[in-house]
């Protein structure tokens, strides 16, 4: 079993009630270890306003790879 916890996170508003949630996320495993990683997450606003999410991706936190993966966002 795995449990995760939320390090860190920002939101990025767009549309009516939709975000980006951008996290640094700790995997924490069973035998002790843990693993870091970032997570970039699509998500709207419920009326309530509790958190949906919709689609999810996860970035190792290799330095090169985030560089690589911000140039292209620009670049695209």
């Given at each position: 079993?795995?449990?995760?916890?939320?390090?860190?996170?920002?939101?990025?508003?767009?549309?009516?009630?939709?975000?980006?949630?951008?996290?640094?996320?700790?995997?924490?495993?069973?035998?002790?270890?843990?693993?870091?990683?970032?997570?970039?997450?699509?998500?709207y606003f419920?009326?309530?306003?509790?958190?949906?999410?919709?689609?999810?991706?996860?970035?190792?936190?290799?330095?090169?790879?985030?560089?690589?993966?911000?140039?292209?966002?620009?670049?695209?």
């Open positions: 079993m795995v449990d995760f916890e939320t390090v860190d996170f920002k939101n990025i508003p767009f549309g009516r009630n939709n975000f980006i949630e951008i996290a640094r996320k700790k995997a924490i495993l069973e035998n002790g270890g843990a693993n870091e990683f970032i997570s970039i997450s699509r998500g419920q009326a309530d306003d509790t958190k949906r999410y919709k689609n999810s991706v996860t970035v190792p936190l290799d330095e090169d790879i985030r560089k690589q993966i911000s140039e292209q966002l620009m670049n695209i």
